[in-house]
């Protein structure tokens, strides 16, 4: 039996004959007749579903970064342990916590005892560690969901909440990844899902989820962070019998993931928020438009849509409020532009991904010529927890302009790399170094890049910023997808500049003239710069085609692609001038500024490996004033006027005698 | 017409025929149709681009338009093994780069080529897949490997190149 099947033969629920209770009916109920036994049957299924017949539940983060971290290995070894001590546990592949920084994560929960969770498994450990938690030992456990006292070992492991990455969160729109099988509708079920959907068609009409969604205060979480309430209602009020929804998972920013980690996490989350956008707008077609380069995530949401269609929360008469709807995946093929939403319509539609004049906006004239809402996952996975709680217990976090939460990704030379969900306002300060532990290795801190190829880069002086839409903006970054790349001391912020105006200038759909040529002339000259052949007014053409391309390009991507390096120019201005008047690269990044290379002669042992890897015989064998066993001592030197840099030497050097020259 | 074009066609004759009843206009099946060929096919040979545009009352450059626009088409054959090379934000900073180097210097790849000449490996660079924290991430076919470095991309290959010798 499943949680969608009638408890006995006086349950009145069947896909003819939907029930607008159907949801609390299956986790709570039977609402429909009243009898203990089809009760006590239902809590037995849903023991059963979440732990299987041994009471013990085995969840593996097998998301996209477990899997690149082993999961895959270490998932093999449990099942091949547990065929042998538990057979009849359930042993299940969840998401990513958005601690990515631990993976691989295995967590082990027997009924009744506290749930323990164990960082960086490998299989040679999974044994031992199956062994003494079902031995009622959780010490060496990485952290405890709870405690009561049933377990050696409790006091000394510290409670999930208590670690300084889960401290200073607030879990609502990832609060289930990592913890349900992203597979399984009926956890999500169980987990409280789809019960914000029965609430909107049972009790609500499209105007007053608008309302609610409204009063929430819910931005967009993709970027601009338009008001989603205002956009649904330019779409519902928009005239037309035929109205599209779509949800933009295509997450194409470089160093962002939460979109994946979502929707690879607890995609029934996205897609109900994404049906509870389609009742509220008029719309009875959706899509979920979904990057092919993050194939887990597809696959997710695509079972997750075959999911709820069996369920009858797809479908004709969805839980018998006469709603109807349609939803399919449609694979991107791979653009940044897609991020406008004209763009994306263009995609789905079958042609390049170009995007057009905005107005008409999609909310008339959308897809097909017909009005469209598009908003991305993390905005639609903010929905149910609106709809359930409230518009006024939702907004009592964040700040007075933006309400709620937002993940945030943490990347690059941060020790704690990986997802967390903060209220809006947060100060920059606590995400990194409390959250994020600070830059990696004891380095130092020198900026963070928030908001991609389209943000803006932040010193030091910035941190204590409130992290929300506005105060980004005044700073010189944006929101963006919120992800945030950490770097140190060793990168070069020119060479990281340049690194974003190459991926813009790639991913210029060509449309319009000042993004297509002028986002190439501004990557001209940061190549000239880091090669070290700049021109001395090199700046100041960079500040004016930077407002040129920012003016007049057609969309977000030509308007925001010089904030990388308007936001570089005002910060770290001595970066740039280093690079330009003193002919160097202070962290030592952009090679052209290398001189050469040096032997270090204490180091040399003289065993000649790079006179043989020296493609232009640079390297001789020169005797020093010394003796060894009788012998004259040899060391190497380059001859710098016969070197070319190429490096084979200082790559190959067993005993790292060899340096760069700087 | 050769034995070649003959077999291309046909593939994308019978990936055409689950697209014919869709309700959405016809040329919208473009996309999702060059993918299940090229997934079929391993690329986009130039007769599957006459095919497709015959079938779906397209221009021929318009298809070559589209099929250039994406990152995920390719109209050259592919290797025996995919390695995907992220180049995301996250990956570039953490060294990327000098992993490529390690690959363009080993398999003989330049932007031009992209497949080794033993046909072993065919390099391709994605904008990003979203593995950020475990940074420099590679991908070969579909396993991934995170934390790269170039020690480390050189003994992978090497332990692909060992398995392919057994073979």
Redesign the interface.
């Known amino acids: 039996m499943s949680l969608v099947d009638r408890c006995c033969g006086k349950c009145i629920h069947s896909l003819e004959t939907p029930c607008p209770d159907f949801i609390t009916c299956r986790t709570e109920g039977p609402l429909c007749h009243d009898d203990k036994e089809c009760h006590e049957k239902i809590l037995g299924l849903k023991d059963k579903i979440l732990y299987g017949e041994d009471g013990l539940r085995v969840s593996v983060g097998t998301s ?2 477990g ?3 082993g999961a895959q290995a270490v998932y093999g070894a449990l099942r091949a342990e547990l065929a042998r001590v538990a057979p009849a546990a359930k042993l299940v592949r969840t998401g990513c916590m958005g601690s ?2 631990a ?1 691989v994560m295995i967590e082990l929960e027997r009924k009744g005892s506290p749930e323990a969770i164990y960082s960086k498994v490998t299989p040679g450990k999974v044994g031992e560690v199956l062994r003494s938690y079902l031995d009622y030992d959780v010490s060496g456990a990485y952290a405890l969901r709870s405690r009561n006292g049933t377990m050696k070992g409790e006091e000394e492991v510290p409670l999930l909440d208590e670690l300084p990455f889960f401290k200073y969160q607030e879990r609502s729109v990832i609060e289930n990844c990592g913890r349900i099988d992203p597979k399984s509708i009926e956890e999500y079920i169980i987990h409280g899902g789809y019960s914000a959907l029965s609430k909107a068609l049972k009790n609500m009409t499209p105007e007053e989820v608008i309302e609610e969604v409204s009063d929430a205060g819910l931005r967009g979480r993709g970027g601009a962070g338009f008001p989603t309430g205002l956009k649904w209602r330019f779409t519902r009020q928009s005239k037309g019998d035929v109205k599209y929804m779509i949800c933009n998972a295509d ?7 939460m979109n ?2 979502t929707a690879e996490g607890d995609p029934h989350k996205v897609l109900e928020g994404l049906i509870i956008a389609a009742y509220a707008t008029g719309a009875f077609e959706g899509y979920v438009f979904v990057r ?3 194939p887990l ?1 597809a696959e997710h949401l695509a079972l997750a849509i075959e999911e709820a269609k069996k369920y009858g929360l797809l479908g004709e008469n969805i839980l018998g409020s006469g709603f109807n709807l349609e939803v399919r995946t ?2 991107s ?4 532009v897609c991020g406008e939403e004209t763009a994306m319509i263009a ?7 170009m995007p057009r004049p905005r107005p008409p906006f999609p909310s008339t004239q959308g897809l ?1 010529g017909k009005p469209t809402t598009i908003n991305n996952v993390e905005t639609l996975a903010h929905v149910p927890a609106i709809i359930s709680k409230g518009a006024e217990e939702y907004s009592k976090i964040g700040t007075e302009k933006s309400k709620g939460t937002k993940v945030y ?5 941060v020790e704690r ?2 997802a967390a969900e903060v209220p809006i306002g947060m100060p920059l300060r606590r995400l990194i170094f409390d959250i994020g532990g600070g830059v990696q290795g004891g380095k130092l801190f020198k900026a963070v ?1 928030i908001g ?1 190829p389209s943000g803006g880069c932040l010193p030091e002086s910035q941190l204590d910023l409130p992290i929300d839409y506005e105060t980004l903006q005044e700073a010189g970054a944006i929101m963006g997808s919120g ?1 945030m ?1 950490i ?1 140190d001391e060793d ?1 070069c912020i020119v060479d ?1 500049a340049r ?2 105006l190459n ?1 813009t200038t790639a ?1 210029s ?1 060509g449309k319009c003239t000042p993004c297509r040529i002028g986002l190439k002339a501004m990557l001209e000259i940061m190549e000239r710069i880091t090669f070290g052949e700049s021109k001395p007014d090199d700046l100041e053409k960079l500040r004016r085609l930077s407002s040129s391309v920012a003016d007049a390009s057609l969309c977000a991507l030509g308007r925001t692609a010089p904030n990388p390096v308007l936001s570089t120019l005002r910060y770290f201005r001595d970066e740039y001038d280093a690079h330009i008047m003193e002919n160097t690269c202070p962290s030592r990044v952009c090679r052209h500024f290398l001189k050469g290379y040096k032997v270090e002669i204490e180091q040399c042992k003289g065993c000649m490996l790079c006179v043989s890897e020296c493609p232009v015989d640079a390297i001789s064998m020169i005797e020093r004033q010394e003796e060894k066993d009788g012998e004259p001592v040899k060391k190497a030197l380059i001859d710098p006027s016969i070197c070319i840099k190429c490096g084979n030497c200082y ?1 190959k050097c067993p005993f790292g005698a060899i340096k760069e020259v700087w | 017409m050769t034995d070649e074009k003959e077999r291309t066609r046909a593939a994308v004759d019978e990936i055409f025929g689950r697209y014919r009843h869709s309700h ?2 016809l ?6 149709l ?2 299940e060929v090229q997934d079929e096919l391993g690329f986009l040979p130039e007769a599957a681009l006459e095919r497709v545009s015959r079938l779906l009352n397209l221009s021929t450059s ?1 298809v070559y ?2 099929v250039t ?5 390719r109209l050259r054959p592919k290797g025996k093994h995919l390695i995907t090379v992220c ?8 060294g990327a780069s000098k992993v490529n180097d390690v690959l363009e210097e080993e398999l003989g790849i330049t932007p031009v080529v992209d497949t080794s000449e033993d046909g072993l490996f065919t390099v391709q660079q ?10 420099p ?1 590679i991908k070969i076919d579909e396993e ?3 934390n790269m470095d ?1 020690v480390k991309m050189r003994n992978i290959l090497a332990v692909y190149r060992k398995k392919e010798e057994k073979k």
């Open positions: 996209t970064c899997l690149a971290a990515c920084y993976e997450e194409g920013d470089p160093g962002a993931f994946r980690l092919a380069e993050k995530m449609v694979l093929a791979g653009a940044f995609a789905i539609e079958g042609s390049r991904a097909w990704c943490l990347a690059g030379k790399t990986g890049q991609g992800g790349i770097v990168t990281l690194y974003f991926f991913e759909c790559n | 959405d206009p040329h919208s099946a473009l996309i999702p060059l993918q318009h338009g589209v626009f994406y990152h995920q088409f180049r995301g934000t996250a990956c570039h900073v953490k994605v904008r990003c897949v979203g593995a950020c924290s475990l940074a991430v991934f490997y995170g170039p």
